[in-house]
Antibody, heavy 117, light 110 residues
Framework: QITLKESGPTLVKPTQTLTLTCTFSGFSLNTSGVGVGWIRQPPGKALEWLAL???????RYSPSLNSRLTITKDTSKNQVVLTMTNMDPVDTATYYC?????????WGQGTLVTVSS | NFMLTQPHSVSESPGKTVTISCTRS????????VQWYQQRPGSSPTTVIY?????PSGVPDRFSGSIDSSSNSASLTISGLKTEDEADYYC?????????FGGGTKLTVL
């Protein structure tokens, strides 16, 4: 059974750095072709892809947020970590991690992050 | 880069058929696969169509996907509408290093 779960702070202050962890089970990020991505959704708004990391450590970032994002993996812990710098109230959203085989096959439950002073 | 444009909302009665469009702003819709995700209120998205026309196991055959190169768009068609189909639907595609989602369509079944 494949599961993913996001964890991290629920509240961050403007200008702070957000660190989110995706802990997964049921698959290995050592397997060829496997990727884990991050997608966010502001309240009442659409989904937005943020970043993706592949089994071979290839990393991809949204062009509009590239300068603020870093994605890493720890295969021994079955975790993927996303950091986003210089947080702003417009970054308030539910952040999801998802398994990518050929598309976003499996999603976590999401974690709501609010940016406010 | 490109955008995927969806209607903001559609509504239809139970038992009827509805089609949701997803128009690609530049580049050919046929160049990269299109996926469709269903998101019920308070839940994470789930895939209802992948690779333009394929249904994951467990998705009823009332859901179907298609591509139309003449309008540069993809479509999700749901037949025999049920109240449980009421949800937001997002199309998604890929180009170069960018995964793009459409703006989402709210389906109301009334």
């Amino acid at each position: 059974q494949i599961t993913l779960k996001e964890s991290g702070p629920t509240l961050v202050k403007p200008t702070q750095t957000l660190t989110l962890t995706c802990t997964f089970s049921g698959f290995s990020l050592n397997t060829s072709g496997v990727g884990v991505g991050w997608i966010r959704q502001p309240p009442g708004k659409a989904l937005e892809w943020l970043a993706l990391i592949y089994w071979d450590d290839d990393k991809r970032y949204s062009p509009s947020l590239n300068s603020r994002l870093t994605i890493t993996k720890d295969t021994s812990k079955n975790q993927v970590v996303l950091t986003m710098t210089n947080m702003d109230p417009v970054d308030t959203a539910t952040y999801y991690c998802a398994l990518m085989l050929s598309y976003f096959d499996y999603w976590g439950q999401g974690t709501l992050v609010t940016v406010s002073s | 880069n490109f955008m995927l444009t969806q209607p903001h909302s559609v509504s239809e009665s139970p038992g009827k058929t509805v089609t949701i469009s997803c128009t690609r702003s530049s580049g050919s819709i046929a160049s990269n696969y299109v996926q469709w995700y269903q998101q019920r209120p308070g839940s994470s998205p789930t895939t209802v169509i992948y690779e333009d026309t394929q249904r994951p196991s467990g998705v009823p055959d009332r859901f179907s996907g298609s591509i139309d190169s003449s309008s540069n768009s993809a479509s999700l068609t749901i037949s025999g509408l049920k109240t449980e189909d009421e949800a937001d639907y997002y199309c998604q595609s890929y180009y170069s290093i960018n995964w793009v989602f459409g703006g989402g369509t709210k389906l109301t079944v009334l």
